[in-house]
């Protein structure tokens, strides 16, 4: 088995100042009181644009709520541009692609890693549009049995003004949390995410900051 990426500080280093703060973004989260309805939550992380840190962001969070006692999936829907695989030190080459695509059913596709409690499910190499499988019922269907199985399920996506796939996933998620990254977001790109993903009716929690000082 790979070792965790060092971008995981909340596993290698729980004491930091880091660390502490996505403790505060997990008790944010606590304090909507979406854990307390029936069934798991999922939440969708996107940004405006590349390179903003929403994989780093999510890929924390959830060794944080992990380490809280919880039962969470990560599942990464950027079929574009995968790297929660490279975070948690798995397999990539197969996973929620060959599941969407009909080559593997729901329960193959989730892969071993280090953290017990946590399910990790690959982007895999998708053969045709991401927009065509992540709108599918098979997408729905895969949530609703992670949501029976699991606390809390984040999900990885592209970023929604470039690509439509946030925008698709968005209305199956209970929450969107946006990603910007200090010193390089424009906020005028914030305001075209937060309209395109008000469209779809989604239900924006917030927008979290990367690399702030």
């Not at 088995?1 to 280093?13: A, G």
């Amino acid at each position: 088995m790979l070792p965790l990426n060092s971008s995981l500080i909340t596993d290698f280093n729980p004491s930091s100042h880091i660390s502490e703060s996505f403790r505060s973004l997990r008790t944010y989260i606590r304090q909507l009181g979406l854990l307390h309805k029936d069934g798991g939550q999922v939440l969708l992380f996107t940004s405006a644009e590349r390179g903003e840190g929403k994989t780093t962001i999510l890929s924390n969070l959830a060794v944080s709520f992990v380490q809280d006692g919880k039962k969470v999936a990560v599942v990464d829907c950027n079929l574009r541009n995968p790297g929660l695989h490279t975070v948690f030190g798995v397999d990539g080459g197969e996973g929620l692609a060959a599941y969407l695509d009909g080559l593997k059913e729901a329960d193959e596709i989730p892969v071993p890693g280090k953290l017990d409690n946590l399910t990790v499910i690959p982007a895999g190499h998708a053969p045709v549009s991401p927009p065509d499988l992540l709108g599918s019922d098979k997408m729905a269907a895969l949530l609703k049995v992670l949501k029976d199985s699991h606390d809390l399920i984040l999900v990885d996506s592209p970023p929604a003004v470039a690509y439509s796939d946030a925008r698709i996933l968005a209305p199956q998620a209970d929450g969107v949390i946006l990603v910007a990254k200090y010193g390089r977001t424009k906020r005028d790109s914030l305001r075209k995410v937060k309209v395109l993903l008000e469209q779809t009716g989604s239900n924006i929690l917030g927008i979290t900051m990367n690399q702030s000082k």
